[in-house]
């Protein structure tokens, strides 16, 4: 048993070398390739004016963007949970969609929008009898933080309504039973038992927000520069790559710092949550979440007003793919199939490409990340947290930084993958393991130990525990995490941009050279087909039951063997 577990271990490590230790030598090493030449990569790149103006801008842009998505989306999760109404859990289900989107499709829809000759400047110049644009801040940071705050408020309603679902609502019942106003309650109890968590989630979206580069490179990369943009321009356009490594070194020193403080407060916020619960979830009861018929009417226009900017974008997307024209008018002058007819054999290309590419994304993310959560929950002391940390560090790294570390490790012998496709495979995969390995160890933690000890007290083998009994109970995860690494698959930009070889696009690549030769139209139909491909897929994944079809067919060979047996013996 131990042989066998230091042989896993082993395996995990090595894989754990190839994916991200040596990508991260890789880059350490190629920081002071070009020292003589260059005198001192860290000595440039502090005395380098455009390097710092790039990190103020990325920290105000930042910042200010997780403000605006912090209030808007905590506003709106203490809304839903505290004035509930009928339909509000379908409406959170349809705002954890958003992962689905690619960021990139949100900047370019507020340019249909907000754009000079956008609907919105149209309907505003027509109602104020003027010719200029009214809204001419799309391409400036005030845009790029207006499309970040957009995109990212889902991902702060999810994380705060984890936290309020977590609290202890006899607190709550004895302080009103006590005569406490509810905003004291809130004040007082509620506010100080989710602020850990809700700051956890703020941090996240903080380190997201920092790490964008889709919506930055639709929106004006040279106008608003961030650390992200920088390195890519130093690396792939300047072709100076111990620059981007000097670069890329520091944003990770940043975001590595920021992620363990991100983790100390989930670990502080998950304590807390489990010593009022003692591990066991509790639902709050409907009288304290009930906020009146003013409190639920204010709730309901607050979602259904959050509901309207969540899917404008995507309605400004399909509308503009069929489109005959939509260039200062308010709605599109007529419609007409003719951009999706105008693709080229290089644009389905990119959608076989993503398909592909998604498939196999999942598919090993789902497999090495199930394996890493069984071998970490064997594991104790520092070795588990090590091996934990590693696993959900490249959660926080940039998306330009994993594909500039991928680049440097393996674009020359004797591991050359640079004119390959495995080279953007492998990129995408370090991308998605840390969400699949995330999923699947939160889903070990909440498994019975007792359904797969009774079975090998009954004597199932260790194999059949796995196979009969532990794997059954893991499916829906194991969809949740193929589902989730699709989508992020299918709209990933930033590592893609940085490695994809010659000859190989995906379809989001070629999305962003439409956008930027400005052929909008033929855009949006490749968008429109894209999402309607990831949502194709994600609708056969959530029906997919492998297991259930193989144990039903198993159970009709085993009659049929039966019945066989049965007929052989009579006679």
């Given at each position: 048993m131990f042989k066998r577990s230091a042989i896993s271990v082993l395996v995990l490590f090595v894989l754990l070398f190839a994916m991200m230790l040596f990508p991260f030598g890789s880059l350490f090493s190629q920081m002071f390739s070009q020292a003589d030449a260059h005198h001192s990569g860290f000595t440039e790149i502090v005395q380098s004016s455009s390097w710092w103006h790039a990190?103020?801008?990325?920290?105000?842009?930042?910042?200010?963007?997780?403000?605006?998505?912090?209030?808007?989306?905590?506003?709106?999760?203490?809304?839903?949970y505290y004035a509930p109404f009928k339909g509000s859990a379908l409406l959170v289900r349809f705002m954890e969609l958003m992962v689905a989107v690619p960021s990139f499709l949100i900047a370019f829809a507020l340019i249909y929008l907000y754009g000079a000759h956008g609907s919105l400047n149209v309907f505003l110049n027509r109602l104020m009898h003027t010719d200029q644009p009214v809204l001419d801040f799309l391409y400036s940071p005030k845009g790029i933080i207006a499309a970040e705050a957009t995109y990212y408020i889902p991902f702060m309603i999810r994380p705060t309504l984890a936290v309020l679902e977590m609290l202890d609502p006899s607190l709550d019942q004895a302080a009103l039973s006590?005569?406490?106003?509810?905003?004291?309650?809130?004040?007082?109890?509620?506010?100080?038992?989710?602020?850990?968590?809700?700051?956890?989630?703020?941090?996240?979206?903080?380190?997201?927000?920092?790490?964008?580069f889709g919506i930055l490179l639709v929106l004006g990369s040279q106008k608003s520069p961030t650390m992200p943009i920088s390195i890519y321009n130093t690396a792939m356009i300047n072709l100076d790559l111990p620059g981007a490594a000097v670069q890329a070194m520091f944003m990770l020193l940043v975001v590595t710092a920021l992620y363990a403080l991100y983790?100390?407060?989930?670990?502080?916020?998950?304590?807390?949550?489990?010593?009022?619960?003692?591990?066991?979830?509790?639902?709050?009861?409907?009288?304290?979440?009930?906020?009146?018929?003013?409190?639920?009417?204010?709730?309901?226009?607050?979602?259904?007003a959050a509901l309207v900017i969540f899917v404008l974008p995507i309605v400004v997307i399909v509308l503009s793919a069929v489109s005959q024209k939509w260039t200062n008018t308010i709605l599109p002058s007529g419609y007409t199939w003719k951009w999706f007819s105008a693709l080229g054999r290089d644009d389905y290309a990119s959608l076989r490409s993503s398909l592909w590419m998604g498939l196999s994304v999942s598919l090993l993310a789902c497999i090495i990340g199930t394996a890493a959560a069984f071998i970490q929950k064997r594991l104790r002391g520092a070795l588990a947290s090590l091996i934990d940390f590693l696993l959900l560090l490249p959660n926080a790294v940039p998306s330009v930084v994993i594909g500039l570390m991928i680049l440097m490790a393996y674009h020359k012998p004797p591991v050359d993958l640079s004119g390959s496709s495995f080279i953007v495979l492998l990129a995408q995969l370090l991308l998605a393991l840390p969400f699949c390995y995330r999923i699947m160890n939160a889903a070990l933690d909440k498994l019975p130990a007792s359904f797969a000890e009774a079975a090998a007290g009954l004597g199932a083998s260790p194999l059949r525990r796995l196979t009969r009994v532990t794997?059954?109970?893991?499916?829906?995860?194991?969809?949740?995490?193929?589902?989730?690494?699709?989508?992020?698959?299918?709209?990933?930009?930033?590592?893609?941009?940085?490695?994809?070889?010659?000859?190989?696009?995906?379809?989001?690549?070629?999305?962003?050279?439409?956008v930027e030769r400005g052929y909008y139209y033929q855009g949006s139909a490749l968008a429109v087909l894209m999402l309607l491909m990831t949502l194709v897929c994600l609708c056969i994944v959530a029906v997919f039951r492998p297991l259930a079809w193989a144990s039903r067919?198993?159970?009709?060979?085993?009659?049929?063997?039966?019945?066989?047996?049965?007929?052989?013996?009579?006679?």
């Open positions: 990190v103020g801008s990325s920290l105000r842009i930042s910042l200010t963007s997780t403000f605006f998505a912090a209030v808007i989306g905590i506003g709106i999760a203490f809304a839903l006590l005569g406490a106003r509810p905003a004291r309650v809130f004040r007082k109890i509620v506010a100080p038992l989710a602020l850990p968590g809700i700051s956890a989630g703020i941090i996240l979206a903080f380190l997201m927000i920092q790490n964008e983790r100390a407060l989930m670990q502080r916020s998950l304590k807390t949550a489990s010593l009022q619960m003692n591990g066991k979830g509790i639902a709050r009861s409907p009288s304290v979440n009930s906020a009146g018929p003013m409190g639920r009417a204010i709730a309901i226009l607050v979602t259904l794997l059954p109970l893991l499916f829906p995860s194991l969809r949740a995490c193929f589902a989730l690494c699709f989508a992020l698959s299918i709209g990933e930009l930033g590592a893609t941009m940085m490695v994809y070889p010659p000859g190989f696009a995906t379809a989001p690549i070629v999305i962003v050279h439409y067919l198993y159970r009709l060979l085993s009659v049929a063997n039966t019945r066989k047996g049965e007929i052989t013996y009579e006679n």
